[in-house]
């Protein structure tokens, strides 16, 4: 192997640990319940007044940010 592709391994390596993909030993902490009807009802309430006035990709990257959001990934 080159110096060029153990860099790159290396590299990759280094941004699945710090992106949490790797294993840390670390306790597993569970995420606390989230109420998902009250959060959405929550997220209608902001978003209604803006929604008339966004174009599809807005509105598509909202949608996809409050179920994020909301079913707590």
């Known amino acids: 192997m080159s110096g060029k592709t153990i860099a790159i391994i290396l590299v990759a390596i280094l941004a699945l640990y710090a992106g949490g993909c790797l294993d840390r030993g670390d306790d597993v902490q569970t995420a606390p319940a989230i109420n998902s009807q009250a959060c959405y009802s929550d997220a209608q309430a ?3 007044p803006q929604w008339a006035g ?3 990709l807005d509105r598509a ?3 996809l940010t409050v179920i994020n959001v909301c ?3």
């Open 71 to 73: 079913e707590g990934n």
């Open 54 to 56: 966004a174009n599809k």
């Open 46 to 48: 902001q978003l209604s």
């Open 61 to 63: 990257v909202a949608i």
